[in-house]
């Protein structure tokens, strides 16, 4: 079949499996043009590994470190006249390239929150590799079911107490209007938590212990963003940012249950606003994130989730000057992007944009390339045109 893209509001429901092998195989050589990250991880277990920085974390491991690594993700095969999702098409073209360099790659798909994926993982973590010495936890769901309670949880974006009034952007239509969306509840604050906490991070870090699957001096991270002022009440004070906060719990006492027991550590890392499925769903982000484009490429300071880990596996976890914390133990690598003249620029165009000169002043072309990247499209080299196999096995 000829794979065209199909956006319907933040999300494209096709993928291309050409283009989003291409999309993996740029990250590789990315990875390897910067060469290898001397005293990096050998054994990975990556929750959340098929999209965004969790396959960026997957193949910097992997083509900088010559990692064996298992990845967990939950994707959607290819149907009878539909693509799979590009998480599918991204891990095979991952999976093949690391086995051909020799690295052990395994895949397990499915519900990371259900005691029956961990179990699963678990095993193959122990027949294959034996212990792990980095546990990156980069799950990003709507939903959760609670392997102990059998509750459904649904998280929602929304602000806390007052309603929000900003602007934003069909980034489709390229149409910029004012958004007001109501606050949350009690219940979906508390919902929101339990999918995009800490809690499963914590099983997760408990279960590989009790089986004892962690290498001594191993580390464990999880992402989370936290942005500027204009969209605090959306993110940072928002039901995310109360999930966001919970997850740095999390990191807490995982840091400390791995020391107290002589594993390593754990931490949070803050990383840049950039184009993901994720971010594409929060009301304002995507204006934001299309100026911020325009003037960090301006400057040459423009980074993509592979460069963002690969500075942080070999400037930071794994070389460099070592791990840098600010005040509240968390690693930034949003540094570049909250730099004081960068914030000022952005807080300068943003109450000047209007659906007339969106592309003027903002970057929205690069954000629509980006996005679609996503999805396998837009990639040089690939011909969109000529009929493709959709159907591919899972490696």
Not at 48 to 75: C, D, H, K, M, P
Not at 194 to 219: C, F, H, K, Y
């Amino acid at each position: 079949m000829v794979i065209k893209p199909k956006v319907r509001g933040f999300v494209c429901i096709t993928a291309h499996p050409h283009g989003c092998a291409k999309h993996v195989q740029e990250q590789i050589d990315l990875v390897r043009s910067r060469g290898p990250i001397s005293h990096g991880p050998k054994n990975v277990l990556i929750i959340g590994a098929s999209t965004g920085y969790g396959l960026a974390s997957r193949i910097t491991a992997a083509f900088g470190s010559q990692a064996n690594t298992v990845g967990v993700f939950f994707e959607r095969p290819s149907e009878e006249g539909r693509p799979a999702t590009p998480g599918w098409y991204n891990t095979i073209a991952f999976t093949q390239a690391a086995r051909q360099a020799g690295l052990k790659a395994f895949n397990i798909n499915g519900d990371a929150f259900s005691s029956e994926i961990k179990r699963q993982t678990l095993d193959v973590v122990k027949r294959e590799l034996g212990t792990v010495d980095l546990i990156v936890y980069s799950l990003a769901s709507p939903r959760r079911t609670h392997p102990r309670t059998g509750l459904v949880h649904k998280s929602v974006l929304k602000p806390i107490s007052q309603p929000y009034t900003n602007k934003t952007v069909d980034t489709d239509k390229g149409v910029v209007s004012e958004v007001t969306i109501e606050p949350a509840s009690d219940a979906e604050v508390a919902d929101t938590t339990a999918v995009m906490g800490g809690e499963d991070w914590e099983m997760w870090i408990d279960a590989l212990m009790a089986e004892g699957l962690i290498a001594q001096g191993a580390t464990s991270l999880s992402y989370s963003y936290i942005g500027p002022e204009v969209t605090w009440p959306i993110y940072k004070n928002g039901t995310i940012g109360l999930a966001k906060n919970d997850l740095e719990r999390s990191a807490r006492r995982i840091d400390a249950t791995l020391k107290a027991h002589g594993y390593g550590r754990a931490f949070i890392s803050v990383n840049k606003a950039l184009v993901t499925q994720a971010s594409s769903a929060i009301p304002v982000v995507p204006l934001y994130i299309s100026i911020l484009y325009k003037i960090m490429k301006a400057k040459g300071t423009h980074e993509g989730c592979i460069e963002q880990i690969q500075r942080l596996f070999s400037q930071q976890l794994y070389g460099g000057t070592g791990l840098s914390f600010d005040e509240h133990g968390r690693v930034r690598i949003d540094d570049w992007e909250m730099r004081p003249e960068i914030q000022k620029e952005v807080a300068d165009i943003w109450p000047k944009v209007t659906t007339e000169n969106l592309a003027q002043l903002t970057d929205i072309a690069g954000y629509r390339s980006e996005f679609l990247r996503l999805f396998g499209f837009g990639l040089p080299g690939v011909d969109y045109e000529a009929e493709v196999e959709p159907h591919r096995a899972m490696l």
